[in-house]
């Protein structure tokens, strides 16, 4: 299932306003909260997600010769340079670059996997929820079950196994059933805990 460059956009600024939205009023306490992200707390979420919405070819290509092609220590520079001292401020910056369309070398795809997964990274440590078009969290999927896991998707996760997902009736895999929503799927084989259980990989 591919949806075109137009619609990866329209839907990318469209999640980066509902998140806006949905975070305006969190209390300082909220912003600490640990997200689903391994290490990285809400605040840290947002400022990574103002650091990519900034980012150029380029850019990146650039900032990830300084950083000895350490893709982690990129991102920790991103977070560094954007996160603001309060958490509001933060949250501005993500509201000002919610129109923008930049992306780094890489399949365009890779801007749907951030804005979803990184919005259940936020989302559901704080009990928020959210609805997300089906066909774009398709095709995250089906992109991080092609990619693997050094190159931040999933295919690792994803091997030796048939994921079902039970909303779309769309399969992907050979192997024992794994069944589960699209997007419980898409954060499972991102790495990111879930009632879906995975093999270890």
Known sequence: MTVSPRMVWAVVHDERRKLV???????????????????????????????SAKTTRLGFARRLI????????????????ERRNRPSETLAALGAAAELSRTPPANLATRLVEAIVHGEDIRRPLGLRASYPTTAVVQALEYQLRTGVSMGG???????????????????????????????????????????ALPAS
């Open 154 to 196: 999933g295919k690792e996760r994803g091997q030796g196994v048939r994921l079902v997902a039970d909303d779309t009736g769309l399969s992907w895999g050979d192997g024992p059933e794994v069944r589960g929503s699209a997007l419980d799927l898409l954060l499972a084989v991102s790495g990111r805990p879930t009632g879906v």
């Open 21 to 51: 939205a949905d975070l305006a009023g969190l209390s300082e306490e909220q912003w600490a909260t640990p997200s689903l992200c391994a290490g990285w707390d809400v605040h840290d979420v947002v400022a990574h997600l103002v650091d």
């Open 66 to 81: 300084a950083a000895r092609f350490d893709f982690d220590l990129d991102n920790e520079r991103g977070i560094e340079r």
